[in-house]
């Protein structure tokens, strides 16, 4: 992908940097933040969401991509990573029982440093973007988050010993601009959720809300109401569908008996302006070997549907909306119409809903014009799927910009996922999301 070296300037992104630049305040074990959060923003070069934290001794800001999928947070130790406060996960410690790796670091004759450690337990850092992994070391050291939002970021919570796997320079190519890492938001044992959970002694659940733009956008853990200016408060407004768990892994290394970290959901049809897209519902539901499906990702750009899949999903909207002047392809999308054509509302472009009906239709995840069409070159305005092809690992894959301006609540307790449907709706975005 390529690689941008301007920053958008905006406030909401002089708001992100604020954060990584916020003064330190540790909290002691006895005085735990009830929640922590992670600005996102949006890195127009790529459609990769960005978010940032303080790492190491002294600490220094780091970006990373966020993810939904991966094993945990992995940063590039080849940059000069400097810390005095760093450890190695020996390889015969508990920790590095629980991580189930099976690799051990002993052959580094290099100076001791992060990223060349003998006696240390190995991990499989992986770019999810490029699909590239490698192996790296497992180290522990000092991570902080803020615990506010709005009206200003900090103080910052601060997690000790936070287990980390040490990726290499090579592992950043296809990353946004500025981006040294990526940061693993999945069910794994050592991903944000559950060590932030452990940490701050918090229950293990996420919301996430992503922005269109370079506004700030949010990540939150642990507990706290999902209040948003000007008076919105989702706390108890959300719908909820179970969170399915693959039986196989579906990471780029992995063992026999590795079930996958990423978040998927039980989609049973697709439905545009309410009627019924005719598929092969077989392909929606997760077979033996791992493969169909529905997932939620924040590194596909847009939703990817396999190949009848999209054919039938586009075919029903282009008959839906006959009516508005066509215009020729723009890549990566197979149809799309005349922008000028199209008219607006509240929830963006005035087009059908495009809907994921759940284990019931009351459950449905409707999405409209705001999260279902793309802008693209030449005033074109695109149905923003993207043809799979014939036989991918999931049928279905949820990409960012449908989820964008949806607030979406992960409970890895009750393995269930809440969803607000559009902010728009309510007059409010992810950018006006505020704890503090």
């Keep these: 992908m390529a690689r941008s070296s301007r920053l958008v300037a905006s406030t909401a992104t002089a708001l992100f940097f604020l954060f990584l630049s916020a003064a330190c305040s540790c909290r002691a074990a006895g005085d735990s933040p009830s929640a922590v959060v992670l600005p996102v923003r949006k890195d127009s070069a790529t459609g990769q969401y960005l978010t940032g934290f303080r790492q190491r001794t002294p600490q220094v800001p780091v970006t990373a991509v966020l993810d939904l999928g991966g094993g945990t947070l992995w940063v590039d130790c080849d940059a000069g990573y400097v810390s005095s406060s760093y450890a190695r996960v020996p390889c015969a410690s508990k920790l590095c029982r629980l991580a189930k790796t099976g690799a051990c670091a002993t052959s580094c004759v290099g100076k001791p440093s992060p990223g060349c450690l003998n006696d240390t337990c190995g991990g499989f850092p992986e770019n999810t973007v490029t699909r590239v992994s490698t192996g790296g070391n497992l180290i522990t050291d000092v991570l902080s988050v803020p615990t506010t939002f709005r009206p200003a970021p900090g103080p910052l919570a601060t997690a000790p010993a936070f287990l980390f796997t040490c990726g290499a320079t090579f592992l950043t190519e296809g990353l946004a601009a500025g981006a040294t890492g990526m940061a693993s938001l999945s069910r794994a044992r050592f991903a944000l959720p559950t060590q932030l959970a452990a940490a701050f002694r918090f229950s293990r659940k996420f919301a996430l809300c992503l922005t269109s733009t370079s506004a700030a956008g949010v990540v939150v853990f642990g507990d706290a109401p999902y209040a948003f200016q ?62 169909g499906g529905t997932k939620l990702s924040t590194v596909a750009p847009y939703t990817v549907l396999e190949t009848s899949i999209h054919k039938a999903v586009t075919d029903a909207f282009a008959a839906e909306t006959a009516m508005i002047p066509r215009v020729r392809a723009v890549a990566p999308f197979k149809l799309c119409y005349d922008g000028s054509k199209v008219g607006s509302t509240r929830v963006g472009p005035a087009v059908p809903t495009v809907e994921l009906v759940l284990q019931s239709e009351a459950a449905s995840w409707v999405v409209f014009g705001a999260n279902s069409m793309v802008a693209a070159k030449g005033g074109a305005l695109c149905l923003g799927v993207v043809d799979g092809g014939a036989a991918p690992r999931t049928s279905v894959v949820v990409g960012g910009h449908m989820m964008e301006d949806n607030l979406l609540e992960f409970d890895l307790q009750r393995s269930r996922l809440g969803f607000s449907s559009s902010l728009l709706f309510r007059q409010t975005t992810c950018n006006n999301f505020r704890l503090g």
Aim: proline fraction near 5%.
């Design 230 to 291: 000007p008076g919105v408060d989702l706390s108890k407004s959300l719908l909820y569908t179970p969170l399915l768990v693959n039986n196989v892994s579906t990471a780029g290394v992995s063992g026999e008996k590795d079930k996958s970290s990423e978040y998927f959901i039980g989609v049973t049809a697709i439905k545009v302006n309410g009627r019924a897209v005719p598929l092969n519902a077989s392909l929606l539901t997760i077979d033996r070997q791992g493969g």
